[in-house]
């Protein structure tokens, strides 16, 4: 169901929050009549920070103003009479709003759908679940709002009791002012004679009488009333500071540990529209009591009377300007976080939002941000408030930015859009660490006035913590450090500390988390995965995943110290495999044609019972971001037999499907899956011999091909000289047949120490012939064609 009409039978709360949306921005009726329309464009496909994507936009509101026009002409009688006019002018108001910033026009319509569909989705889930316990965040919200509502009645309050106040004193005042003039009439007395007197003081004295015990009485009252009133502003204050500690000290941080844990490939953390509207609702509500308590001194200083008002109101009044305070400044947040691996000369992004700057009218003076980086001691010099004399660690080119007021979406950010580290100073390392572990962090500073230059503050927020990287090869060990950051730092911690020691458990989640945002797959580490990394990383045997619950992992084991027996450490193994998976084998992982986490011993116990042909694609312990084949098939030397892994590069040349392909006597994927079915799909497609021969510009086009020659020899003996291979009948040119025996004559050996086929030899012969296979075959000189014996001491063929 469209959007629009789902939105039209909201109710209450949410149907005001929905009209809200709305205005001479965007009239509710260009939304009515053209929702068909809006709902079909491809508003999220513009990148709102990339100027190229302007012509889009341009794009869009065209056809928008068109859209309208075209609507307006289509009405027709009486009733359609006013509506053809309101139509016109609102698509001469859009044209005029937005033709010189059509980007704004995309930013509104995107707002206004995304609040559509929260509230659409918010009522739907509420109706759904009637008589059934909410969950705990809406509980949450829930609970908030009603608080809110709270503050909105106890300040109406306040206000109301103010001005009864003021209308007390007010009438005090002018008593008081009688009581002065009935003072003034006793002076005058004296000029009447005796009798006259004598009666006009009687009767004057009688009203002095009265009204100085009236003034007396009232002004008891007076006091009470401002003792009650201050004590009124002491229990909202205690109310609206619980309030932003739950929003401020749990939602909003909550929010940033999600934009952390996002950068470590968990979900994203969210939009930040709900809590900009509870930030600007606390910013209204304090600002309303802060102006209370200023109008309440103003009036004990128009009439003081001696008590404890004066001092109570000082401490509100210190009380609000600390909240209000406290409120700025931890509303200055990083929307969009610049990269955490940072490769100098580099370009990068990033964005800094004020949540309240709307509410408060920042925005009247707009405030300019600038960025600088520090290292991590200077971070927590900053955050001890001392003097770090403007120290910096680097020098970033395009660090300035003016915030700017979205009016459609109610924001004040500033998008850093073109920022370059140009470099970097780093300070002496401690003991083992590397540069890849040094942490820096972006500081984002500015300084804006509140209420007409009345609060003037000084803002400042830190970036997630960054690795500075010179050269792409330290992207891998950088990634380490962000991760375990990311993945184990505390809230409220001193910049940057993490534990050095973390629980298995917590560890495997992290990877868990990287591992399937790496490989964009569902398909995370299962169980039997995890006991495989636990085997690998504490070197142990235990196949059991609870033996391991309660054990330890330093940051030194995961990724500073090698693995036993290895030249790598426990992460660069890890994220060599999520590396080659991104990068080429995506679509095998999700099908679950890779087993993956499994070593030769396992994959022996997997396979011996298979029948011939079975293979599995497990992840080599030798090569790091390495896939090896590892395949059932009885002969009188073996049963079981592994290829030496295929990495990276190999798979830039052929891919994995065909290499497969390539090999007919691998028959069944591991368990028993037929290997066409599973990887048929992302075959290349052969070329018909007669167009694969046809030459283009005197060039006959080469095609390579995955040969395993000795072991084709091996199984075409063994089966009696019987079986064909796909791969069994090499050009003669290439590889004369005569090196296809059981024994062979080359005196390297095939099979490594550890029983692997050897094929980087094999794919440097394919690189040499399709080398020459490129040249005009008129133009080879005899004289450069390979020696008799050069392919007769390589390991593998091409056909």
Not at 2 to 14: E, P
Not at 202 to 227: G, M
Not at 329 to 353: D, G, H, N, Y
Request: aromatic share 8%.
């Amino acid at each position: 169901m469209a959007v629009w009409i789902q939105a039209q039978q909201l109710q209450g709360d949410a149907l005001h929050q929905m009209q809200a949306l709305y205005g001479q921005h965007f009239p509710i009726e260009v939304r009515h009549y053209l929702s068909q329309w809006i709902e079909s464009q491809a508003w999220d496909s513009i990148d709102l920070d990339n100027p190229q994507e302007n012509i889009k936009a341009t794009q869009l509101l065209e056809g928008l103003v068109q859209e309208l026009q075209k609507k307006a002409e289509h009405q027709v009688g009486e009733d359609g009479f006013l509506l053809k006019i309101k139509l016109g002018h609102y698509a001469t108001q859009l044209q005029n709003t937005y033709d010189r910033c059509p980007m704004e026009l995309v930013r509104c319509i995107r707002h206004i759908l995304y609040n559509e569909q929260r509230l659409v989705r918010e009522a739907n889930n509420g109706s759904s679940s009637a008589g059934i316990l909410v969950d705990a965040m809406s509980q949450k919200h829930l609970q908030i709002n009603q608080t809110f509502e709270e503050l909105r009645l106890v300040t109406q309050d306040t206000e109301n009791e103010l001005k009864k106040l003021q209308q007390t004193q007010e009438y005090f005042i002018i008593q008081y002012q009688e009581s002065l003039r009935i003072q003034a009439q006793f002076a005058q007395l004296a000029q009447l004679n005796p009798q006259e007197r004598l009666s006009r003081e009687t009767a004057l004295q009688q009203k002095q009488v009265t009204l100085e015990a009236w003034l007396q009485r009232e002004a008891q009252t007076l006091q009470q009333y401002r003792v009650e009133l201050a004590e009124k502003h002491q229990k909202t204050l205690q109310l609206l500071r619980k309030q932003q500690t739950i929003i401020l000290d749990d939602e909003l941080i909550q929010w940033k540990r999600r934009q952390q844990l996002a950068g470590n490939g968990g979900p994203p953390e969210g939009s930040l529209d709900v809590l900009q509207s509870w930030c600007e609702k606390l910013a209204e509500i304090i600002w309303q009591n802060r102006q209370q308590i200023r109008r309440a001194e103003h009036l004990c200083q128009q009439l003081p009377i001696p008590g404890p008002v004066e001092e109570m109101l000082a401490e509100v009044n210190a009380t609000i300007t600390d909240i209000i305070s406290a409120l700025v400044t931890s509303t200055f947040i990083i929307e969009k976080q610049p990269p955490q691996v940072l490769k100098t000369q580099t370009k990068f992004a990033a964005t800094v939002r004020l949540l309240v700057g709307g509410k408060l009218n920042v925005h009247m003076n707009p405030p300019q941000v600038k960025a600088t980086i520090i290292s991590e001691q200077q971070a927590k010099s900053l955050l001890k408030n001392e003097s770090t004399r403007n120290d910096y660690s680097g020098e970033i080119l395009n660090n300035c930015c003016v915030m700017e007021y979205h009016q459609a979406t109610g924001t004040l950010s500033a998008h850093f859009r073109n920022m370059s580290l140009k470099r970097i100073k780093r300070s002496d390392r401690r003991g083992a660490e590397s540069v890849t572990e040094e942490k820096f962090t972006i500081l984002f500073e500015s300084q804006f006035s509140v209420g007409g230059n009345e609060l003037v503050f000084q803002v400042k927020t830190l970036s997630l913590p960054v690795v500075v990287i010179v050269h792409g090869s330290q992207d891998n060990n950088a990634t380490a450090t962000v991760l375990w950051d990311n993945a184990f730092a505390e809230p409220g911690r001193v910049p940057f500390a993490v534990p050095d020691k973390v629980l298995w458990p917590q560890l495997c989640e992290a990877l868990n988390m990287k591992f399937k945002a790496e490989v964009q797959s569902n398909r995370g580490l299962t169980k039997e995965n995890l006991v495989f990394l636990a085997q690998k990383l504490f070197n142990s045997s235990s196949s059991h995943l609870e033996d391991y619950s309660g054990m330890s992992v330093s940051w030194s084991q995961f990724n500073r110290e090698n693995l036993p027996g290895w030249n790598y450490t426990f992460w660069q193994w890890f994220d060599g495999v999520m590396e080659v998976l991104k990068k080429h084998h995506k679509p095998h992982w999700n099908d679950g044609a890779i087993l993956g986490f499994v070593n030769k011993q396992q994959a022996h116990d997997l396979l011996i019972n298979k029948p011939d042909g079975t293979f599995l694609l497990r992840f080599s312990d030798s090569e790091i971001g390495g896939i090896t084949i590892a395949w059932k098939f009885d002969s009188p030397d073996r049963n079981l037999w592994n290829l030496k892994p295929f990495t990276t590069r190999d798979f830039s040349i052929r891919s994995l499907a065909d290499r497969l392909g390539d090999l007919s006597y691998l028959i069944y994927v591991f368990p028993d899956r037929p290997k066409d079915e599973v990887f048929s799909k992302y075959y290349t497609p052969v070329l018909a011999p007669a167009s694969a021969a046809k030459a283009v510009d005197g060039y006959v086009k080469p095609q390579i091909k995955q040969v395993v020659p000795e072991f084709v020899s091996a199984s075409s003996d063994s089966a009696g000289g019987n079986a064909t291979y796909m791969d069994q009948a090499p050009s003669p040119a290439v590889c004369p047949q005569a090196h296809y025996s059981i024994y062979p004559q080359n005196p390297d050996p095939v099979l490594d120490q550890d029983g692997e086929f050897d094929l980087d030899e094999t794919m440097d012969v394919a690189r040499h012939v399709e080398e020459l296979l490129r040249r005009p075959m008129d133009s080879l000189d005899p004289r450069l064609s390979p020696p008799a014996g050069l392919f007769a001491s390589t390991r593998g063929s091409l056909s």
